[in-house]
């Protein structure tokens, strides 16, 4: 694996952060079109559609603030790591930690986990073929989420 192939795996790792926090959900779709999305106990969705579906349902924006969620997702300390001999599968692992700050929820880290991801690449580049979400601290969703997390996660203190 080059570095320019660890670069562009990284940074789909960050335009999935960017994407969520700008509310573009439809966008998040799009990039995980090829991927299975879930956690250990929730399952796992597939398909455009239905991937920027299930984040307008379960995320809550603010129109009166640009129609984002109001936070940041944090991707912090991605490994990735080659995996198949003709180099077109890679798996990479980091951590996530999301901040918020509304009217109601003063600027506080409100969920924290681990990502695990693969990727497949073709002539176009990388992508994601799948993303697992471990949730493993929750605090105050009430502002951001219209679900329960800790079925995204298998660890919670």
Same mark, same amino acid.
């Given at each position: 694996?080059?570095?320019?192939?660890?670069?562009?795996i990284t940074?789909?790792?960050?335009?999935?952060?960017?994407?969520?926090?700008?509310?573009?959900?439809?966008?998040?779709g799009t &990039?995980?079109?090829?991927?299975?999305?879930? !956690? @250990? =106990?929730?399952?796992? %969705?597939?398909?455009?559609?239905?991937?920027?579906?299930?984040?307008?349902?379960?995320?809550?924006?603010?129109?009166?603030?640009?129609?984002?969620?109001?936070?940041?997702?944090?991707? &912090?300390?991605?490994?990735?790591?080659?995996? !198949? @001999? =003709?180099?077109?599968? %890679?798996?990479?692992?980091?951590?996530f930690c999301?901040?918020?700050?509304?009217?109601?929820?003063?600027?506080?880290?409100?969920?924290?986990?681990?990502?695990?991801?693969?990727?497949?690449?073709?002539?176009?580049?990388?992508?994601?073929?799948?993303?697992?979400?471990?949730?493993?601290?929750?605090?105050?969703?009430?502002?951001?989420?219209?679900?329960?997390?800790?079925?995204?996660?298998?660890?919670?203190?």
């Amino acid at each position: 694996m080059t570095v320019a192939d660890k670069l562009e795996i990284t940074e789909l790792l960050y335009r999935y952060s960017e994407l969520i926090d700008a509310g573009d959900f439809d966008g998040v779709g799009t &990039l995980l079109r090829r991927a299975t999305f879930g !956690g @250990p =106990e929730s399952g796992g %969705a597939s398909g455009e559609q239905v991937i920027a579906k299930l984040f307008a349902k379960s995320t809550r924006r603010f129109p009166e603030h640009g129609n984002t969620p109001r936070t940041r997702h944090l991707v &912090l300390n991605p490994i990735v790591e080659i995996a !198949g @001999p =003709e180099r077109l599968t %890679a798996a990479a692992r980091s951590t996530f930690c999301v901040v918020q700050n509304t009217e109601t929820v003063p600027l506080q880290p409100i969920v924290v986990g681990r990502y695990y991801d693969a990727f497949a690449r073709d002539d176009a580049g990388w992508y994601f073929t799948e993303r697992r979400v471990d949730v493993q601290m929750v605090g105050d969703v009430s502002d951001h989420l219209n679900l329960d997390p800790r079925g995204y996660g298998t660890s919670h203190p």
